[in-house]
Structure formats: structure tokens, C-alpha cells
């Protein structure tokens, strides 16, 4: 799943983050050395939570459309979704009652 994979990515970004600075201060260097790595390795950081966000985003207004479609609640993937999730428009996966929409012949 795309979330997990930048979940990943996320995590390993984190971890050079930490590594940078601590090196830094066990070879005794000053804090300019490496400064500008640094700053990208941050930027990188906060680029791919983003990129999150972006996918959460995603997520939540797919399951809109699928509503639109007539599709019934599916869930694929691990986890469970918390219930601050919101759709994007306050809408609802309940179709009872609904007739879904005519498929294109």
C-alpha cells in the first residue's frame, strides 16, 4: 500500500535525521559542518509527510466516489481506520436504501 510504503520512507528519513547531528557532536565538529545536508535531510522529512497527507487525502475522497458509484463499504489493507477519520464532503458509506448508478452499456 502506498501509505505504507511512505510511512517507510518516512521512518528511514527520521532515522538519518537523527544519526547527522549525533555524529556531528561524536566527532566533535561544528554545527556548520553539515548544515546544509542537514537542512535538505529535513526538508525531505517534511516533503514526505506531505506526500501523507496527500494519500490520506486521497483515500478519504475515494471513498466518496465510491459512494457516487454505488460501490457498497469495502476495506482493504491492514488497520483500522480511526473514527476522526472524515470524508471529505461529510458523507456516509451507508447506501441502503440507494439504487446505484446505471452501468454505461
Known amino acids: 500500500m502506498a501509505e505504507d510504503a511512505i510511512d517507510e ?49 486521497a483515500h478519504l475522497a475515494l471513498t466518496v466516489t465510491q459512494k457516487e458509484v454505488g460501490l457498497g463499504t469495502r476495506m482493504f489493507g491492514a488497520g483500522v481506520k480511526p473514527a476522526s477519520a472524515k470524508l471529505v464532503d461529510g458523507g456516509s458509506n451507508d447506501l441502503s436504501g440507494q439504487a446505484p448508478f446505471a452501468k454505461a452499456g
Do not use: C, F
Open 9 to 57: 520512507a518516512m521512518i528511514r528519513i527520521a532515522r538519518l535525521a537523527a544519526t547527522m547531528p549525533a555524529a556531528r557532536r561524536e566527532t566533535n565538529m561544528s554545527a556548520i559542518v553539515g548544515q546544509e545536508a542537514m537542512a535538505k535531510v529535513a526538508n525531505a522529512l517534511a516533503a514526505a509527510g506531505e506526500v501523507r497527507q496527500l494519500l490520506t487525502d
